[in-house]
């Protein structure tokens, strides 16, 4: 059974950090990127950043020199360091596997095409 499990998530006060751990459970990162997306309240699900089979980061212009993501093979975990917490950072955090969903509309998704996600980890930022 494929399961993702996140973790790390808090409330913050803005300019701290967090780390957000993907434990992945049923698939390796051979033959797939892991992703990061957020979901807000009053917005869309937004894909945050990624990385690929080959450790190739990817990252969404707001999130640029502040985040950085990284996966431990051994422990089939990926990460996601937040630096310099912002309040628009705040969200539930969802990892996923096996998916080109690109965002929109809300997270997390469901269904073969969508591949696998996690339940989602809350990270709230306060100024």
């Known amino acids: 059974k494929v399961q993702l499990m996140e973790s790390g998530g808090g409330s913050v006060e803005a300019g701290g950090s967090l780390r957000l751990s993907c434990l992945v459970v049923g698939f390796t990162f051979e033959d797939t990127d892991m992703r990061w997306y957020r979901k807000a309240p009053e917005d869309e699900c937004e894909y945050v950043s990624s990385i690929d089979e080959d450790g190739n980061e990817d990252y969404i212009d707001s999130v640029k020199g502040r985040f950085t993501i990284s996966a431990d093979n051994s422990k089939n975990t990926v990460y996601l360091q937040m630096n310099n917490l912002k309040p628009e950072d705040t969200g539930v955090y969802y990892c996923?596997?096996?998916?080109?969903?690109?965002?929109?509309?809300?997270?997390?998704?469901?269904?073969?095409?969508?591949?696998?996600w996690g339940r989602g980890t809350q990270v709230t930022v306060f100024s």
């Open positions: 996923a596997g096996h998916t080109g969903f690109s965002g929109g509309g809300l997270c997390p998704r469901s269904g073969e095409s969508f591949g696998y």
